[in-house]
């Protein structure tokens, strides 16, 4: 049945979808290639059919090829879908896997392969901690609205920053034993985080 509270999204709407989307698997193809550092803004350009000029209109550096999605409305939109019950961390958890499982599958090895890029190449890792702050200010809010509280409490400020250090754990941890799935390294971290942290 056909969700009718959401908007349709437009042909230009989409246009610009399909062209990020392009300009994200150019990118991570020429990385795979010869490399991110050999890799240039206009090499990525070319190969999208787009001028660099137009590049720039969806990303900002290329770091931000890698380093940003358009997944954060999922997230907060299936965190607040949580049951009211559950407490920050298990809501989170359950968000995370919730809203993955709705990402398509040819768009998921993307996500992997972006995150291995970030965990591997010095100048994408100064760069994702530059955009920590944001990330974890994103959700302080959600964290916040969900329990009825500010998001500049420090309390909820310490859960949202152990949340997203976490994250940043599993995807070091996953980098390194690819062979797992990330979703239960990230499952098991937060787990890990609700029983208090036992070693």
């Known amino acids: 049945m056909p969700d009718l509270t959401r908007p349709k999204v437009g042909l230009r709407e989409r246009k610009k979808i399909k062209t990020k989307a392009s300009i994200q698997q150019n990118a991570l193809r020429l990385f795979r290639e010869q490399g991110y550092q050999a890799t240039t803004v206009e090499q990525i350009a070319e190969a999208a059919e787009i001028s660099p000029s137009t590049f720039f209109r969806y990303f900002a550096t290329k770091e931000a090829v890698v380093l940003e999605d358009d997944y954060d409305p999922l997230l907060i939109e299936t965190y607040r879908n949580q049951p009211p019950e559950l407490d920050a961390v ?110």
């Open 90 to 199: 298990q809501a989170f958890r359950n968000a995370v896997r919730e809203g993955f499982l709705q990402i398509p599958e040819e768009e998921q090895g993307g996500i992997w392969e972006r995150v291995s890029l970030v965990m591997s190449v010095p100048e994408l890792r100064i760069a994702m901690i530059h955009q920590i702050a944001g990330t974890t200010e994103m959700v302080a809010g959600i964290i916040a609205e969900r329990a009825g509280r500010e998001a500049g409490e420090l309390k909820v400020r310490n859960v949202a920053a152990a949340v997203i250090g976490l994250v940043i754990s599993a995807q070091m941890y996953y980098v390194e034993h690819p062979e797992m799935d990330f979703l239960e390294i990230l499952d098991e971290s937060l787990a890990h985080m609700q029983a208090g942290f036992p070693l």
